[in-house]
């Protein structure tokens, strides 16, 4: 039986060990977890082609602006072009699945905020792609495990927000190198998938939810409170920001659309955890049968 393809976005790094240039990485915990469960694990390169800050006054006194090809950030999710959407569609249409990985933070550049002193490893470039991949992954109902930063940024890509740091706004300490008990939704989704009601969780993150999106279903909490896994309706009519008034008057945006979203880190405890291995596996097994 051959074996799911699973694209996951690589992650921009200022350097790795034995490279002498910044590099696309991958943690091999999450590949090892993929194919351990089955699939074949591919990394893409997150390119995109980001806008050079705008600069006033030509010879003519008008503004120049960046040509409607390139992504924008200061126009948050209006100035993701549907061609760039279009192009992230065709580069990932080879895979059974996609996992959407954690990794720095969100920009705030996004949603009109402004930057907190906790935000680390900022990039729009990563998240220009990412956010472009979000609308194909609800728009084409391509079956999604998404870990960590990746359920923060579906969350803010269907309208939800974020706590940008824990301690400071909710006074909880953050999740870093901190194992969770977790406590499962019985009636979700997620509870069948790992067999139980409660969950050990290896969680490291700062920021969490702190308005659900639309369409989203929380399934999971940690002690404190913290949101720590949602569901997408598969039934839901959400739609992701930026998506254009053709792809809305499909009545196609999010039909059917397989997502299973975690705030802890599976992969670092697949081999030891068979709960958390039945995450990788049930991806897998969905973009199986997709």
């Given amino acids: 039986m051959s074996r799911p393809i699973i694209a996951m976005p690589a992650r921009f790094s200022a350097s790795a060990s034995a490279l ?75 895979a059974d699945g996609i996992l959407l990985p954690g990794g720095g933070d969100i920009s705030p550049v996004w949603t009109g905020e402004a930057m907190h002193d906790t935000h680390y490893d900022v990039d729009v470039e990563q998240d220009a ?20 930063r990746g359920m923060q940024l579906l969350n803010v890509a269907l309208g939800g927000t974020l706590h940008f740091d824990m301690d400071d706004e909710l006074g909880v300490s953050a999740h870093r190198h901190r194992v969770e008990d977790v406590e499962l939704d019985p009636s979700s989704r997620l509870a069948q998938v790992l067999g139980g009601s409660s969950v050990k969780a290896s969680c490291y993150h700062h920021q969490c939810l702190r308005d659900v999106a639309p369409g989203w279903r929380v399934v999971a909490r940690a002690d404190d409170g913290t949101t720590e896994a949602v569901e997408l309706d598969p039934t839901t009519d ?53």
């Fill in 238 to 290: 959400a739609v992701a920001a930026g998506t254009s008034a053709s792809e809305r008057e499909s009545g196609l945006v999010g039909a059917g659309a397989s997502i299973v979203a975690v705030q802890w880190h599976p992969e670092d405890t697949f081999d030891t955890d068979a709960q958390q291995l039945r995450l990788f596996s049930d991806l897998v097994e969905r973009a199986r049968h997709a």
């Fill in 20 to 94: 002498r240039y910044g590099a696309d990485v991958m943690a091999r915990a999450l590949m090892d977890a993929v194919w351990a469960a089955g699939g074949e694990p591919v990394v893409i390169h997150p390119v995109a082609p980001i806008a050079e800050p705008m600069t006033a006054g030509g010879d003519d006194g008008t503004e120049r602006g960046a040509p409607d090809a390139l992504v924008d950030p200061t126009r948050g999710f209006a100035g993701i072009p549907d061609a760039f959407v279009d192009q992230v569609a065709e580069r990932v249409a080879f």
């Fill in 129 to 148: 792609f990412d956010f472009a991949l979000a609308r194909v992954i609800v728009g084409r109902a391509v079956p999604v495990l998404a870990i960590c």
